[in-house]
């Protein structure tokens, strides 16, 4: 199911990066090499009062070739309105209203979206009086904020969640699995998708609903279902948007958000470049079954050590999802095109098994036997009981007498040990730890 959108929109310096952090708090550090990035990332997961959305941060969007910051800021604004479902509006109580604020607000004006004025960098009381003169903007109450405190986030949250549809449930039934295929321009997308959609035994059918953003093609092989989420969407939007590249990330992670399993699509002539490591991490962040596909392997020069070369070089790159299979192939040629359905249908399984809780638990009185918790000060983890959750991903809930006791390390040694039991390939798995004695 894809989230509800929250766009950040307001000329520069305002403050969206501050609060756009503020809004998706920690969840930002989950893949992030680096800590305190804020730029690189202008997408993120929010929640609030149980309603889940995603954040875009419109100003970390650069658009190519444009120069004049007037026009740029329009082009966000614009960009804001087509993605988002509701529109926070930021300007600067210290600042006053300019040009480019009235700019910006005529063009919201006009779109008939849904608006929350934010009146950033309200750090005291005495600045309060100054939120007044932000009505004549036209959207109502201004929300008084201090990116620099945190304070009014609560309040901003309220309005724009109050402002967001009604959740839609996907449209496809269960036993279909969902597949999109990301990747930077040029790698082969399309060419996959045609390559998949001319095989044989493969019967599509008539599309059934199309989504705002996405193209589904729903299609039959081998009796199961799929569809194929193509963010193929982006691409009757025009050059500008196509070419910013953090708009075409923008638009992968949709896809990837209504997928069950994602096909991260590499060119096999290249290397891995940054923009790969985000989108994959997306995939992981949001519990997708994931795959590697090498495209162009038709024209790699190969000998027998090529495989294994890509394969460790992939492993360095993506070490948050070693879980994820490999596969080589040509779209082109249609080298190797039959490797990739065994495996989709497989880490598809796999993402949606459910572990019986004895097995599980004698799996992890096993590992905690063979190599008990460390001590922390003097106190030492219990491991009480383990179940699963939930799947789509695999979620499995471990009952310990102190969940602070649980360290990072040992908890990915119960990950192993529990991947070396039953697999989960291709999906990544949640643990989390609760107090149960
Ligand atoms: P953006 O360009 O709109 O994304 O703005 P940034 O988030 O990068 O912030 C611009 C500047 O304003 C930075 O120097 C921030 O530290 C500062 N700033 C952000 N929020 C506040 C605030 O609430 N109060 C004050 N005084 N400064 C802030
Ligand atoms: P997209 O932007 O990711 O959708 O990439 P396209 O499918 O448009 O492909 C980009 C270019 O790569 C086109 O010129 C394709 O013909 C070429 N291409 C795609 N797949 C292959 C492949 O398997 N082998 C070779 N040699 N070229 C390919």
New binding site residues.
């Given amino acids: 199911m894809a989230r509800p959108v929250i766009a950040i929109v307001g000329r520069p310096n305002v403050g969206k990066s501050t609060i756009f952090n503020r809004i998706i708090g920690d969840r930002l550090a989950i893949v992030e090499d680096k800590p305190g990035v804020t730029r690189d990332r202008i997408y993120g997961i929010g929640e609030w009062i149980g309603r889940n959305f995603s954040v875009i941060d419109t100003g970390g969007i650069e658009i190519e070739g444009e120069d004049s910051l007037l026009r740029s800021i329009r082009m966000q604004a614009e960009l804001a309105i087509e993605e988002a479902d509701v529109i926070i509006f930021m300007v600067d109580a210290k600042a006053g209203i300019t040009n480019a604020d009235e700019e910006v607000a005529q063009i919201l004006f006009r779109s008939g979206k849904p608006v929350v004025l934010g009146v950033n960098k309200v750090d005291n009381l005495q600045r309060m009086d100054d939120i007044y003169e932000f009505y004549s903007l036209g959207f109502g109450d201004p929300v008084a904020l201090s990116g620099s405190h945190g304070t009014g986030i609560g309040d901003l949250l309220d309005a724009a969640v109050h402002k967001l549809p009604p959740t839609v449930e996907d449209e496809y039934e269960d036993d279909v699995i969902k597949v999109a295929?990301i990747?930077?321009?040029?790698?082969?997308?399309?060419?996959?998708?045609?390559?998949i959609l001319g095989e044989e035994r493969v019967i599509v059918s008539e599309v059934a609903g199309t989504t705002r953003d996405a193209i589904d093609t729903p299609f039959e092989k081998d009796g199961q279902k799929y569809v194929l989420i193509d963010t193929?969407g982006m691409r009757k939007r025009g050059k500008v948007y196509e070419s910013t590249e953090k708009y075409s990330v923008m638009r992968s992670m949709k896809a990837i958000e209504r997928a069950d399993v994602v096909l991260v699509?590499i060119?096999?002539?290249e290397g891995i470049i940054e923009q790969d490591k985000h989108i994959a991490g997306y995939a992981h962040e949001n519990g997708k079954a994931a795959i590697f596909v090498v495209?162009?392997?038709?024209?790699v020069e190969k000998d027998d050590k090529t495989m294994q070369r890509f394969t460790t070089n992939i492993r360095d790159h993506f070490l948050f999802m070693t879980y994820a299979p490999i596969v080589f192939?040509?779209?082109?040629?249609k080298?190797r095109l039959n490797k990739l359905f065994p495996v989709i249908d497989r880490v598809a399984e796999q993402h949606s098994m459910r572990v019986p809780t004895h097995v599980l638990n004698d799996i992890i009185s096993d590992a905690v036997a063979m190599t008990p918790p460390p001590t922390d000060k003097g106190k030492r983890l219990r491991v009480n009981y383990v179940t699963q959750v939930a799947v789509k991903p695999p979620t499995i809930l471990i009952f310990v007498n102190e969940p602070e006791l649980m360290h990072f390390s040992y908890e990915r040694y119960l990950e192993n040990k529990i991947r070396a039991a039953f697999a989960f390939e291709g999906t990544p798995l949640r643990l989390f730890s609760r107090r149960k004695s």
């Fill in positions: 295929l990747g930077r321009p040029n790698v082969g997308k399309s060419s996959l998708v045609n390559a193929a699509v060119n096999g002539e495209n162009k392997w038709d024209v192939l040509s779209a082109k040629t080298q």
